[in-house]
């Protein structure tokens, strides 16, 4: 295929749009971030960036920017955000293209965040916003499966401990292989350095990926781009998410994280925010 090619992508599988007239700024602090990445750990300066757009159910800011940009399409206008950012369209409905003028393009990608009857999450990458909440860890993966989407579990605040952190690890030692991936993000304070569950990923070949997770309580501080990994894959800049999800199941690719966990401080102002939210 003509447009398929080695690239080097920075991922960011965990990102949350609370606001949606905050997309421009989004947009700008990833690709600071991204840059600035790229630069410290000296690979490749050419890249495209790509944000994991994993909402919860009855908030699909994804479909809401795939309307504006068939509505400009149909017009024959460029669906421009702002005197920077342009959105384009890809060969795969679940992927919108965020043009730079700098040349830069960072992937849109659709998917979901899903809280299953353990009360874990689950977060769907390239899959529309179908799958129920509360049911079981291995339903919800299968109906991931059955959409032609990938299973991330994410890690969260106290979610992987005791009875539900071995449901995750019996679910890292069933799954072994190409069907899921495990994830950290950048909610985890720095203190909380021992995760049994991503030496067990590792032990059992699943990949682990790095995404920020912003909190509606500090969306503007730890915004989408700030947590993410570089990967190197084969690329086809028409199909990025298929791209990307290929390089996952075949989990051959090395990855470099980039960003730093939380700090102690913010961790706790956030944590306060949430219950009181």
């Not at 769907?124 to 339903?139: E, G, I, N």
């Not at 028409?238 to 730093?260: H, K, V, W, Y």
Request: some cysteine; aromatic content about 6%.
């Amino acid at each position: 295929m003509a447009n398929k090619k080695t690239r080097q992508l920075v991922v960011d599988s965990h990102v949350h749009i609370h606001n949606l007239n905050n997309l421009v700024h989004i947009l700008d602090a990833t690709l600071t971030s991204f840059d600035k990445a790229v630069q410290v750990h000296k690979t490749d300066k050419d890249f495209s960036g790509v944000l994991c757009l994993t909402e919860p159910a009855g908030r699909d800011n994804f479909t809401r920017l795939k309307n504006q940009l068939d509505k400009s399409v149909a017009t024959g206008e460029l669906c421009r955000l702002n005197n920077s950012w342009h959105l384009d369209s890809t060969a795969e409905d679940l992927t919108i293209a965020a043009c730079h003028e700098s040349g830069t393009v960072i992937y849109l990608l659709a998917g979901q965040q899903i809280v299953t009857r353990e009360k874990l999450e689950v977060l769907s990458l390239s899959a529309p916003q179908t799958v129920q909440d509360r049911m079981s860890l291995t339903a919800t993966i299968e109906a991931i499966e059955e959409l032609g989407g990938f299973a991330i579990l994410p890690w969260g605040v106290g979610k992987w401990l005791f009875g539900r952190g071995k449901i995750v690890s019996d679910c890292i030692k069933e799954k072994r292989g190409n069907r899921i991936a495990i994830g950290d993000n950048g909610g985890r304070p720095a203190f909380w350095k021992s995760v049994v569950q991503f030496d067990l990923a590792k032990l059992h070949d699943l990949p682990l990926l790095h995404g920020s997770d912003p909190l509606r309580v500090s969306e503007l501080r730890r915004t989408a781009g700030s947590r993410a990994d570089i990967l190197v894959l084969d690329f086809d800049r028409d199909r990025p998410a298929q791209s990307l999800l290929n390089a996952l199941r075949e989990n051959t690719c090395e990855r470099i994280a980039i960003g730093a966990p939380e700090t102690f401080m913010h961790f706790i102002r956030d944590q306060i925010a949430l219950r009181l939210s």
